[in-house]
Each structure stands twice: as C-alpha cells, then as structure tokens.
Nanobody, 119 residues
Framework: VQLQAFGGGLVQPGGSLRLSCTASGSVNLINAIRWYHQSEPKKARELVATITSGGVTTYVDSVKGRFTISRDNAKNTVYLQMNDLKPEDTDVYYC?????????????WGQGTLVTVSS
C-alpha cells in the first residue's frame, strides 16, 4: 500500500483546510485509515481521527466537532476536513493505513503535510 497526503498550508485561526490521503496498491486489504499529527520529529505521532473500512469514525476529544474524516471509495481517498482551526492544531499531519491479512497486520505511512495555523 502506498499513501500520498496533500492539503496542508497556512491558515488563520478559525479557518479551514482539507487534507487528502490517496491510497494505491492493495487497497482492498486496508482495514482503517488514520490521521496522526506530530509536533516535532522526536515526539510520538498522536492519533487524530480514524475511519474504518466499515465507515466507522472516531476522533480524539480535542478535534471533535471541528474535524471530520470521510472517504471517497471511488477515488481511494480519505479526507480530513479541519474547521475552526486553532494555533495548537499546527503540526505535521500524516495518514496511516492499517492493512490486515490472514497472517499479519501492517502499517503504512504517507508523507507528512504541514498545517500552520497563525495570524
């Protein structure tokens, strides 16, 4: 599975961005797509939102009501709509695919996309 993430940029507080994560390869084996954020390379990536192959979505408390994860199966793309952005949302965002087969579970990562929220 290969992932490509797009959509980061500079936005003012209260503004919106939409991140995209497009998957290719063995997409039929993907069990879930997750968005993470990371404030600096030596810190752990933290989960933001998840959407499963069954369409179940979950969010970290800090983004509930502001962020929406969705998918377009025809385009093999998952989106993270980010509204009412705050300076503390500034981070590099990564998408992650969880692949589940009969014998193993694998993680795949896209490249990061930087979101900067600043006036």
């Amino acid at each position: 599975v290969q992932l490509q993430a797009f959509g980061g940029g500079l936005v003012q507080p209260g503004g919106s961005l939409r991140l995209s994560c497009t998957a290719s390869g063995s997409v039929n084996l993907i069990n879930a797509i997750r968005w993470y954020h990371q404030s600096e390379p030596k810190k752990a990536r933290e989960l933001v939102a998840t959407i499963t192959s069954g369409g179940v979505t979950t969010y970290v408390d800090s983004v509930k009501g502001r962020f929406t994860i969705s998918r377009d199966n025809a385009k093999n793309t998952v989106y993270l709509q980010m509204n009412d952005l705050k300076p503390e949302d500034t981070d590099v965002y990564y998408c992650n695919a969880l692949e589940v087969t009969a014998t193993e579970v694998r993680d795949y990562w896209g490249q990061g996309t930087l979101v900067t929220v600043s006036s």
